[in-house]
């Protein structure tokens, strides 16, 4: 049954239109956030990342992709083909109450379909429309179809990523979508904001190239300021050391000095000199990198990780080791931050996934009041919702968010 906790979104309802991730992604973070988020789909097949993978879990002739499951809980769906003119209208129904509408079709597609923005706006002119391309709605290259790696490529992300200049590598998770469904999310909740000022609906358009130009940080700035063209530099910082991924007698451990007063300490914890030539300070200590990593390697070899970082720890100096995601799932500071959340799904039964990434609190009488929606929807299965949506539609039904799926 659909969890009824509210949440700051709580009387909202979402129009997720999208498929594969950046768009699920920011109507996934709308539903964490209390939320009603309906999610529209083609029929017969549903969200193209049903069908991503492997892995998929569950029986052979029902499997379910691990994929969908990460980006689309704390959802309703219903299956609409949007060229008939049943699917249209009831599109159409759906706007007319929603408050926000997400899409990341290609640019021109849902104008063909005749749900540009304007008739949107027209329909439900208090309507929030987010849309997310991969290169933009207008410009030279707007048609271009986006795809995460691609992106990653074309925004310069994987240019600043891997070992070193001759072995550029994509980040580990699709980077490009997921930051541009949150930019797309913050800039739901911006344009909510506003509409309460003014009663009007508004389109926000974010892109995959531009959330990777969005989070280039002080490499952006060393490119435009200071006129340099960074390289990977694996697992090392460009403008900090030691700074970096270090190797110990039995695996390796990370430390972060990132200023003078923690390199005083790292040298007085391992009988290092601070005034070492070419050490001396953070400028001269990049310059001198290599060397820099030669000799703190050289007296970590002589502890094995475990003991490395609590005399790191003891030591002051900001230090981690590098866990796998088995590891961070089961990590008892990860699960007291509601990291990884439990829902009950139609097909797999019990699974477990990752939790939302906010929390919230009250003050009452001084003392702080967890408000977090603990209760979550296992994402839906391909029109699972149609009959109860199309009862809240016709009236038929409540209009509440959380009490329309049937148990």
């Known amino acids: 049954m659909t969890a009824t906790e509210t949440g700051p979104l709580s009387g909202c309802t979402v129009i997720d239109l999208s498929r594969a991730l950046a768009g699920p992604h920011a109507g996934m973070m709308l539903g964490d956030l209390g939320a009603r988020v309906i999610k529209v789909e083609n029929p017969g097949r549903g969200d193209d990342s049903r069908s991503w993978g492997p892995p998929f879990v569950g029986p052979d002739d029902d499997p379910q992709a691990t994929y969908f499951l990460s980006c689309n809980r704390n959802k309703e769906s219903i299956a609409l083909d949007l060229k008939s003119e049943t699917g249209a209208e009831t599109l159409r129904a759906l706007i007319a109450r929603a408050d926000v509408l997400i899409e990341n079709f290609r640019t021109g597609v849902l104008e063909r379909l005749g749900f540009s923005p304007a008739q949107c706006l027209e329909i439900n002119p208090r309507l929030i429309i987010l849309s997310i391309t991969g290169f933009g709605h207008d410009g030279p290259e707007a048609s271009r179809a986006g795809y995460d790696q691609i992106a990653q490529g074309e925004a310069g992300l994987m240019s600043l990523t891997g070992s070193g200049p001759e072995d550029m590598q994509r980040v580990g998770v699709p980077i490009a979508d997921l930051l541009a469904g949150i930019y797309g999310s913050y800039g739901v909740l911006a344009a909510l904001l506003e509409r309460e000022r003014t009663g009007r609906g508004k389109i926000v358009r974010t892109s995959l190239i531009a959330g990777m130009v969005g989070v280039h940080a002080f490499q952006g700035t060393r490119t435009t300021v200071a006129g340099e063209t960074p390289l990977p530099g694996g697992n090392h910082h460009p403008s900090l050391s030691p700074y970096g991924l ?162």
Not at 263 to 284: H, R, S, V, Y
Not at 287 to 315: G, H, P, W
Request: proline share 7%; net charge negative.
């Open 246 to 407: 270090f190797a110990s007698r039995d695996g390796a451990v990370q430390i972060s000095v990132g200023n003078e007063s923690l390199w005083q300490k790292l040298c007085a914890a391992f009988d290092i000199d601070p005034a070492t030539p070419g050490m001396a300070d953070n400028a001269a200590r990049v310059a001198n990198r290599q060397a820099v990593i030669d000799l703190i390697e050289s007296r970590f070899s002589e502890f094995d990780s475990a003991d490395l970082l609590e005399r790191l720890s003891s030591a002051g100096i900001p230090a981690g080791t590098v866990r796998t995601l088995p590891e961070v799932y089961e990590w008892e500071q990860a699960l007291s931050q509601g990291l990884k959340v439990s829902v009950d799904h139609p097909v797999l039964g019990g699974i477990d996934l990752p939790g939302p990434p906010l929390r919230f609190f009250d003050s009452v009488d001084g003392a702080e009041v967890e408000t977090t929606k603990t209760s979550h929807d296992a994402p839906p299965l391909l029109d699972e919702d149609a009959e109860a949506i199309a009862a809240w539609l016709t009236g038929d039904a409540p209009a509440e968010p959380g009490t329309d799926r049937q148990e």
